[in-house]
């Protein structure tokens, strides 16, 4: 984990662990560092989401890059994939989204997007850091500030809006089947998809319903969004319609709503856009990516269906990863991120219930059919605050009692004890045919950990 940035970008309060200082650097360095690396004037583009902060955190971006010489180039409010889209499709050095994801309207982020759309490297993002810092060591110098561009060199905004409309037109192009006459619900968490998810089921003909698309700078993600299903859950029982999509403030993740008010979260999805490409002859290596905090249900029902499956620790940055090293088509998380390579090199909620769509037409058939095979097992996590994770993690008398429960579970559910990646916690997870099984079997691990002195006081 870096100093400012995680897995999934620098995220803070706004104005109070990250500020417009912090992205008036992000936008000096990157501007400055790409135009070094170029040769010329760095070309950048950006996008946010509709929290009130972003625009605030855009300006100082904005002024950061053009006073280092680049030439910045605004989506406005756009989804996440769009972004990585623009970057790889438009030959753009680099991209940043403003955004939090499906956080509260309070927090925000800059996310960085390499010139291939994808997360940007670690060592990049380092760089970044160490400037913030100030203490930069580049190019065989050692420097805390870098120079400003002057005269001509000093670079423009561009507006870029219609790179988002290209994106648009990528999604509709996509779709191999009509959407005519489906009765399709779409929550948009009051975030970045508000226009774009709309405009590209009704393009494809779809009687499409939206609720959140009222964007007002402090509603994204409340009570909205994929992160509030139960929302969507009642608005397509209410108004009978066929299917459902919900998308998280940026739009890189999708839940789906089938027509009797069900959830279909990422793991369905996978289940179901995996199995269609297999029977399509298009799953390459016959093999779906997925994270340690799938359900034991998928894996159960993968096993059925003849499909194999990849394990990577949680975050759709690992996900990716392992694709591309391993050139597998499909895969995701439970949240909803899911990545089809063939299409993008991040999760695109839009284009995923594009995607689950395409399944349920050429199948003729209802999405809750489609996701009937897997049987989702009951699942119980719970954290317990420690000293020190790695000592608690590796006791002895705590990894014999993980292995107890595994042998009792066998091939009925599993156990998964973890530590968080941001907290001084320990999470314990176990699926187990029955609720009951499965509180019994946490709480068993947790006693332990408690019973050698690892909790924290």
């Excluded at 042998?407 to 941001?422: C, Y």
Aim: aromatic share 8%; charged share 25%.
């Amino acid at each position: 984990m870096g100093r400012y940035f995680g897995t999934d970008g620098f995220r803070g309060e706004a104005n109070k662990n990250l500020t417009v200082e912090h992205a008036f650097k992000v936008g000096r360095f990157l501007g400055w560092y790409y135009g070094e690396l170029k040769g010329g004037k760095a070309n950048i583009v950006i996008g946010k989401d509709t929290r009130r902060s972003s625009y605030m955190f855009e300006y100082a971006l904005v002024a950061g890059l053009t006073a280092s010489g680049a030439d910045a180039y605004l989506l406005h409010v756009t989804t996440t994939p769009s972004v990585s889209y623009v970057v790889r499709a438009d030959d753009f050095d680099c991209g940043i989204m403003i955004s939090a994801s499906h956080n509260p309207f309070h927090d925000n982020g800059i996310k960085l997007i390499n010139g291939n759309g994808e997360k940007m490297d670690e060592k990049t993002v380092s760089y970044v850091e160490d400037y913030i810092d100030g203490n930069v060591e580049l190019f065989g110098e050692s420097m805390s500030e870098i120079p400003y561009a002057t005269g001509e060199a000093i670079g423009r905004t561009i507006d870029y809006a219609a790179g988002r409309n290209r994106y648009v037109g990528y999604l509709i192009s996509l779709a191999q089947h009509s959407f005519k006459n489906i009765r399709v619900g779409l929550d948009c968490a009051n975030g970045s998809a508000w226009q774009i998810a709309k405009n590209v089921f009704d393009a494809l003909g779809a009687k499409t319903y939206v609720i959140n698309n009222e964007p007002n700078g402090t509603n994204i993600n409340t009570n909205a969004g994929s992160t509030h299903i139960e929302v969507l859950q009642k608005y397509v029982k209410d108004n009978n319609l066929d299917i459902g999509f919900a998308y998280d403030g940026d739009a890189d993740r999708c839940i789906a709503v089938d027509e009797n008010g069900n959830v279909v979260d990422g793991d369905l999805i996978l289940y179901i856009c995996g199995k269609h490409l297999k029977e399509q002859g298009k799953l390459l290596n016959n093999t779906v990516v997925t994270t340690i905090m799938s359900n034991f249900g998928l894996y159960k029902a993968f096993d059925e269906a003849g499909i194999n499956y990849e394990k990577t620790a949680v975050g759709d940055k690992y996900v990716y990863e392992n694709m591309v090293q391993n050139g597998h088509r499909i895969g995701g998380e439970q949240s909803g991120h899911i990545i089809f390579s063939k299409y993008a090199t991040t999760g695109d909620g839009i284009l995923t219930s594009l995607q689950v769509m395409e399944v349920v037409l050429a199948k003729k058939t209802t999405l809750s059919k489609l996701a009937e095979p897997v049987r989702i097992y009951p699942q119980v996590l719970k954290n317990i605050r420690v000293n020190s994770k790695p000592e608690a993690q590796n006791d002895p008398a705590v990894q014999a009692a993980v292995q107890k429960v595994a042998e009792e579970l066998g091939d009925t559910g599993r156990i998964l004890v973890r530590e968080s990646g941001t907290e001084p916690v320990i999470r314990v997870m176990v699926e187990a045919p029955s609720e009951a099984l499965c509180e019994k079997y946490v709480v068993q691990v947790i006693d332990v950990i408690k019973a050698k002195g690892h909790e924290a006081k």
